[in-house]
């Protein structure tokens, strides 16, 4: 017997105050015996329910028991928690919110969202590198109490160059990119974007955000992210590359690539990259199913590394001979 089907019929209960099985059957799409064991499992368990014989009769919770989590299905339930498990990234006033939520469920739902708290470890550090603790910026929650609350802030910052500034700006959301922690905000140069651990001070105003109409965080911050992707990556090679092999270009530049129309049994592709040199270094170990086209001075650098692999390398293939 599910736990997500008790939680079901225990919110079908706080929310009509009565039911019968007929109408659990209804509403889970099981037959009325399969929903009378499930209403005669809630009291077994410790729920407080009861049942009222005769016409006009059903099943009832004593004295109308509620929990806070009405609305909630059992795995939205679970999802919540998951929020405020070792994993999270959630302030410390999430995470104790969420844990005083856990008492809001009857006992016998407990254990599924308290596990869920304890279910995964994300682990940031690649292998073989250094283990760097990342602890959130110490500005996030003001910063996102003034997103929340709706009011412009003064904001104490400090540049990429190390200048420090003390502008009025309008919170709109905060974005968790990677380890990083940034501030999307209204400003009289336009939106900008602020790093969190390079804020040194906020001072919340009286004065309400002004918040562009139909403002949608998540739109804007792809649209910063394409813009920030294109001027760190200013360089575009292009190609034809078989089919098969568009799979492994992609492991090699991620979303560096874009695959165009199909051309003679081979696919047009585009690559963006930091420099010429730097894509041909990427692309010269695809030769076999890559064919760079363009510009010339990709084509330069790809020529020059390929002269100076067979330089270094080209005399291997004759020891091997005469080994073998």
Avoid at 128 to 138: D, S
Avoid at 206 to 222: K, Q, S, T
Wanted: aromatic fraction near 6%; charge should be neutral.
């Amino acid at each position: 017997m599910g736990t997500d089907r008790l939680v079901a019929v225990l919110l079908l209960l706080q929310r009509r105050g009565q039911v019968t099985a007929a109408e659990v059957a209804r509403e889970l799409e099981v037959s009325e015996r399969t929903a009378r064991r499930y209403l005669d499992a809630l009291g077994m368990a410790g729920v407080p329910v009861y049942s009222v014989q005769g016409r006009g009769g059903g099943w009832r919770l004593v004295g109308g028991a509620r929990t806070d989590l009405s609305g909630l299905t059992a795995g939205e339930a679970r999802a919540l928690f998951l929020v405020a498990g070792q994993a999270s990234a959630a302030t410390p006033a999430v995470r104790a919110a969420l844990r005083k939520l856990v008492q809001a469920l009857p006992e016998p739902f407990r254990g599924q969202a308290e596990a869920a708290s304890s279910s995964l470890v994300v682990d940031p550090q690649r292998w073989g590198a250094g283990r760097v603790e990342q602890r959130p910026p110490g500005f996030l929650d003001e910063v996102q109490d003034a997103v929340i609350r709706g009011v412009r802030v003064r904001l104490g910052y400090v540049d990429r160059a190390g200048a420090e500034t003390v502008r009025t700006v309008d919170p709109l959301g905060v974005v968790a990119k990677g380890p990083s922690w940034y501030l999307v905000a209204g400003t009289e140069a336009g939106r900008r974007t602020f790093r969190v651990d390079r804020v040194w001070s906020v001072e919340p105003t009286d004065e309400p955000v002004d918040r562009p109409e139909g403002f949608d965080l998540a739109a804007c911050w792809r649209e910063i992210a394409d813009e920030v992707d294109r001027r760190r990556t200013p360089v575009e090679a292009w190609g034809l590359c078989v089919p098969h092999a568009t799979g492994l270009l992609r492991t090699v530049v991620g979303d560096r690539l874009e695959v165009g129309a199909a051309a003679g049994g081979r696919v047009e592709v585009v690559i963006r990259g930091y420099s010429e040199y730097a894509l041909a270094g990427e692309l010269a170990g695809l030769v076999d199913w890559l064919e760079v086209t363009g510009p010339p001075g990709v084509l330069e650098h790809l020529a020059s590394i390929g002269t100076a692999l067979a330089a270094r390398y080209g005399g291997l293939s004759a020891v091997t001979e005469s080994r073998g």
